[in-house]
T-cell receptor, first 116, second 111 residues
Framework: DAGVIQSPRHEVTEMGQEVTLRCKPI?????LFWYRQTMMRGLELLIY????????DSGMPEDRFSAKMPNASFSTLKIQPSEPRDSAVYFC??????????????FGPGTRLTVT | KNQVEQSPQSLIILEGKNCTLQ??????????LRWYKQDTGRGPVSLTI?????NTKSNGRYTATLDADTKQSSLHITASQLSDSASYIC??????????FGAGTTVTVRA
């Protein structure tokens, strides 16, 4: 299995631009999570989906952030407009309830976002 | 205030030596407690997951303990190797899927 795939791995953009981060979960997984990691705040859950439906988006910092999951194999996290304080590493993770380790979350390699 | 506190913030050990990392949490009730290893530039990888009724769980040279009464957990690394150099993150699960993360302990193993 290829694991969770994220793209791009690195993104540098100017303040005010739209940024779209992409994630392909592990095939067969029915939960998908978006996290943000910074030195100041560590890892924070932004939003998670179950069967493509957003379940909890209370961690999304503000309206500039939006996430979608149009099908079981693809999700996007969009920031519009981007600001320098959005600079962080964004991780996607997936999980499946009926597996041998139902609580296990498998993380992707992350996207390092720099907003100048 | 963070609900998961880890100590020390960082430590340096010699290859072959043992070390213990600490985690104190205030999250209650909780579903499970996890320890993750995060190598530089990579996503976290799970080492152990314990429910509130478990006291200890091992994964190779990694052994995690949990005291639900005192709300403390520890991760013990035995016979450290250079590849153990990483950040170790304590994570408390509020439910099966909502996680509260500690800030992590950075471990550096030197030859």
């Amino acid at each position: 299995d290829a694991g969770v795939i994220q793209s791009p791995r690195h993104e540098v953009t100017e303040m005010g631009q739209e940024v779209t981060l992409r994630c392909k979960p592990i095939s067969g997984h029915d939960y998908l999570f978006w996290y943000r990691q910074t030195m100041m705040r560590g890892l924070e859950l932004l939003i998670y989906f179950n069967n493509n439906v957003p379940i909890d988006d209370s961690g999304m910092p503000e309206d500039r952030f939006s996430a979608k999951m149009p099908n079981a194999s693809f999700s996007t996290l969009k920031i519009q407009p981007s600001e320098p304080r959005d600079s962080a590493v964004y991780f996607c993770a997936s999980s499946y309830l009926t597996g041998s380790n139902p609580y296990e979350q498998y993380f992707g390699p992350g996207t390092r976002l720099t907003v100048t | 205030k963070n609900q998961v506190e880890q100590s020390p913030q960082s430590l340096i050990i010699l290859e072959g030596k043992n070390c213990t990392l600490q985690c104190n949490y205030t999250v209650s009730p909780f579903s499970n407690l996890r320890w993750y290893k995060q190598d530089t530039g990579r996503g976290p990888v799970s080492l152990t997951i314990m429910t509130f009724s478990e006291n200890t769980k091992s994964n190779g040279r990694y052994t995690a303990t949990l005291d639900a009464d005192t709300k403390q957990s520890s991760l013990h690394i035995t016979a450290s190797q250079l590849s153990d150099s990483a950040s170790y993150i304590c994570v408390v699960s509020l439910n099966d899927y909502k996680l509260s993360f500690g800030a992590g302990t950075t471990v550096t193993v030197r030859a």
